[in-house]
Each structure stands twice: as structure tokens, then as C-alpha cells.
């Protein structure tokens, strides 16, 4: 037996393991990705309850199969005006860390796109400067066809504890 296939599939183990699958969506003009292993699902955008004294970015919550799920405007996180709502708005449902625990966060998306192949070759780190994205949100970016993709970093941008410390300094504002 030679050593040939063995170098073969080593080589295409380590090729696998330097690309990523991405889901990527829109938001407005720009198309952002998160990583598909962190995603749950995708469903339409429907039925909310708002949630008094949270910021603006929290939409509201969704019950998900009877498990309150928040649902976090994308836009309004990255600072921008609240999403507005159309027929292509979904929710993507993902995993979020907190305190070593899963927890379950929905992610308000103007529209998804697709599930992209990106490989670790094609990932450059984000800008020092000019994104309208706070730069420790975002993993890289990625080259995709002539194209950049803005692959987010889920545990900063939806850091459970940040978005909770938000939460309570808006009720107190509110409430002082």
C-alpha cells in the first residue's frame, strides 16, 4: 500500500477544514454572513409581543414551539434606524452563549440569501476603519466572487450579557 491516498486524504482534511459554511442575508445594500453552525433555523417574520423599558434594538419576542425567543433588529444594533419590515423579512434563530449556557436568539434580517462555502484563504480581518459595523463585531471578511461578505462574530455582536447591561441601563434611564 502506498503512501499516495493517505497524502490525499490528508490534503482534502485539511482543506475541509480551512472553509466554512456561511448563511448570508441582507441588510439594506450590504450582505453580512454569520456561521451555519450557529444557526437553528430561519423562519418568516410574523406575530411579536414588544417588551416595555428594552432598547431599541430588542423588537420583541417570539414564541418558538412555547419557549420565549428574543428577536433582536440587526439594523438597530448596528445603530441604524429599526429594520422595516417587509415581505421578504425573516428571523434567523441561532445559538447565543451566556454564562457557559445556550441560549436561544432570534436575528431580525431584511432577507436571507443563500449558504456560501468560504474558505479560510478568502477570509481577510475586517478594516481599522470604515465599516458601519463596530470592528470587534465583525470575524472577517470575506471574498466571494468579486464581492465582499461581512462574516459576523455572533459572540460579540449578540453578546447576551452586553445586550442584558443595555437592557437594564435603558430601565433605569426610563425610570429616573
Do not use: W
Amino acid at each position: 500500500m502506498s503512501s499516495q491516498p493517505r497524502a490525499e486524504l490528508q490534503a482534502a482534511a485539511t482543506a475541509a477544514e480551512a472553509s466554512a459554511q456561511y448563511l448570508t442575508f441582507a441588510l439594506g445594500e450590504e450582505v453580512f454572513a454569520m456561521d451555519i453552525r450557529t444557526v437553528r433555523e430561519i423562519i418568516q417574520h410574523g406575530a411579536m409581543t414588544t417588551v416595555p423599558l428594552m432598547p431599541g434594538f430588542v423588537r420583541g419576542v417570539i414564541n418558538l414551539r412555547g419557549a420565549v425567543v428574543p428577536v433582536i433588529d440587526l439594523q438597530a444594533r448596528f445603530g441604524r434606524p429599526a429594520a422595516k419590515i417587509s415581505k421578504k423579512t425573516c428571523i434567523v434563530i441561532f445559538d447565543a452563549a451566556r454564562d457557559g449556557e445556550r441560549v436561544e436568539l432570534g436575528l431580525m434580517v431584511d432577507a436571507v440569501s443563500e449558504v456560501i462555502e468560504i474558505t479560510a484563504a478568502n477570509i481577510e480581518p475586517p478594516p481599522n476603519f470604515g465599516t458601519a459595523v463596530r470592528r470587534d463585531f465583525i470575524r472577517g471578511m470575506g471574498k466571494v466572487a468579486s464581492r465582499f461578505v461581512i462574516i459576523l462574530e455572533p459572540d460579540r455582536a449578540f453578546d447576551v450579557g452586553e445586550m442584558a447591561a443595555l437592557c437594564e441601563a435603558t430601565q433605569d434611564a426610563l425610570a429616573a
